[in-house]
């Protein structure tokens, strides 16, 4: 049995080892660029949403995504 959630679940990754919890990362796309939650360090990410065009956007995790963390999980 695994538990996977996504990272909008804000759990601690020490807290998700420790659980066993397989933690998948959602998407942002600031002004057309895709990055995966945690790929940018938060000045980086502040800076970047400051000087974007347009509002940035968030998608959940792909269905596949899941299906591949269950699979490889056991």
């Given at each position: 049995m695994a538990v996977v959630t996504d990272s909008a679940a804000c759990l601690p990754p020490d807290e998700a080892e420790r659980l066993g919890v397989i933690i998948l990362p959602f998407t942002l796309v600031?002004?057309?660029?895709?990055?995966?939650?945690?790929?940018l360090e938060p000045a980086?990410?502040?800076?970047?949403?400051?000087?974007?065009?347009?509002?940035?956007?968030?998608?959940?995790?792909?269905?596949?995504?899941?299906?591949?963390?269950?699979?490889?999980?056991?």
């Open positions: 600031v002004d057309g660029a895709v990055y995966e939650d945690g790929a980086d990410l502040y800076r970047q949403l400051r000087a974007a065009k347009e509002p940035p956007k968030t998608a959940g995790v792909a269905p596949a995504t899941y299906l591949e963390a269950f699979r490889r999980s056991g």
